[in-house]
Nanobody, 125 residues
Framework: QVQLAESGGGSVQAGGSLRLSCTAS????????MAWFRQAPGKEREGVAA????????YYADSVKGRFTISQDNAKNTVYLQMNSLKPEDTAMYYC??????????????????WGQGTQVTVSS
């Protein structure tokens, strides 16, 4: 089973930037799709972005398009989430997730993902 370790969270003012990292270890063979989800207090967890690590195809939630960028370093088994122009509504616990498939209309569905422990992002106004 794959283990996922997130880092890079913190506190920032609105308009600022943060970069999250997620490093996979253990059995990574079934982790072709790497994704970031987030959960704000009192809200359901939602998909933020995903990347197919074989093809490089990326997927984004409408709320972050143009502001967030997901990328990968296959040599390091690491996926990044560069977050720019952060807004207070981006405040949430951010989770890295991995599974064997992405899919345009599937990547944001939570089933079959392995999860990291999460890293907190707080954006103040």
């Amino acid at each position: 089973q794959v283990q996922l370790a997130e880092s890079g969270g913190g506190s920032v003012q609105a308009g600022g930037s943060l970069r999250l990292s997620c490093t996979a270890s253990g059995y990574t063979g079934g982790s072709a799709c790497m994704a970031w989800f987030r959960q704000a207090p009192g809200k359901e967890r939602e998909g933020v972005a995903a990347i197919d690590t074989r093809s490089g195809v990326t997927y984004y939630a409408d709320s972050v398009k143009g502001r967030f960028t997901i990328s990968q370093d296959n040599a390091k088994n690491t996926v990044y989430l560069q977050m720019n122009s952060l807004k207070p509504e981006d405040t949430a616990m951010y989770y890295c997730a991995a599974r064997s498939y992405c899919g345009t209309y599937l990547w944001y569905r939570e089933s079959a993902y392995n999860w990291g422990q999460g890293t907190q992002v707080t954006v103040s106004s």
